[in-house]
């Protein structure tokens, strides 16, 4: 069985350009969450969707959006990049959106310069 | 605001012996706890949970033992093998049943020594 699979696995990108990352949930699980870790802090909470719809959002500025297919596979997009955005963005996928069943991809490791 | 605290960014033990993570945390809402353990690149793996309605979870080497009182938690790894090295995450949630945002912690790297 695949686990969730992120793409890409690193990008480097310039200030102020923007990004999409892509994930692919485990098969059958519906709801998908996305969070960023920097070096030396744990991942933080940017958004979950569930069945398609926004169901949480983070601290995060406007920059960030994301959105999840009829597949449940969802992107990541941030725009306007800027050098604080450098970080591993992580994926997760749960059947129900409980997090006891929260599963997590490798990861896209994201420089801006 | 950092809610979830492990306030031991490292910690080192024999192999054999026990290993013992913490966590702190300040939001009595929480209702559910994680722990998760990360190598380098990988992403985060599930360890165990713990609901608030308990005290301790058990599963094979690793008990997570929660003190709401105090509220904190901690993760006994029982015998510590060399396998287990890596960096360990605290989690925590407002709503286990709906939604999947987790609250992690800073994390803390163990490192067990043969």
């Known amino acids: 069985d695949a686990g969730v699979t992120q793409s890409p696995t690193h990008l480097i990108k310039t200030r102020g350009q923007q990004v999409t990352l892509r994930c692919s949930p485990i098969?059958?699980?519906?709801?998908v969450s996305w969070y960023q870790q920097v070096l030396g802090q744990g991942p933080q909470f940017i958004f979950q969707?569930?069945?398609?719809?926004?169901?949480g959002r983070g601290n995060f500025p406007d920059r960030f959006s994301a959105r999840q297919f009829p597949n449940y596979s969802s992107e990541l997009n941030v725009n306007a990049l800027l050098l604080g955005d450098s970080a591993l963005y992580l994926c997760?996928?749960?059947?129900?959106?409980?997090?006891?069943?929260?599963?997590f991809g490798q990861g896209t490791r994201l420089t801006v310069v | 605001d950092q809610q979830v605290k492990q306030n031991s960014p490292s910690l080192s033990v024999q192999e054999g012996r026990i290993s013992i993570l913490n966590c702190d945390y300040t939001?009595?809402?929480?209702?559910?706890f994680l722990w998760y353990k990360k190598y380098p690149a990988e992403g985060p793996t599930f360890l165990i949970s713990?609901?608030?309605?308990?005290d301790k979870n058990e599963d094979g080497r690793f008990t997570v033992f929660l003190n709401k009182s105090a509220k904190h938690l901690s993760l006994h790894i029982v015998p510590s093998q060399p396998g287990d090295s890596a960096v360990y995450f605290c989690?925590?949630?407002?709503?286990?049943?709906?939604?999947?945002?987790?609250?992690f912690g800073q994390g803390t790297t163990l490192q067990v020594k043969p």
């Open positions: 969707y569930y069945e398609k719809e926004e169901r």
């Open positions: 713990i609901s608030s309605i308990k």
């Open positions: 098969s059958g699980h519906k709801s």
């Open positions: 939001n009595s809402m929480f209702d559910y």
């Open positions: 997760a996928s749960s059947i129900s959106g409980g997090v006891t069943e929260a599963f």
């Open positions: 989690a925590a949630s407002l709503d286990s049943s709906n939604t999947g945002k987790l609250i």
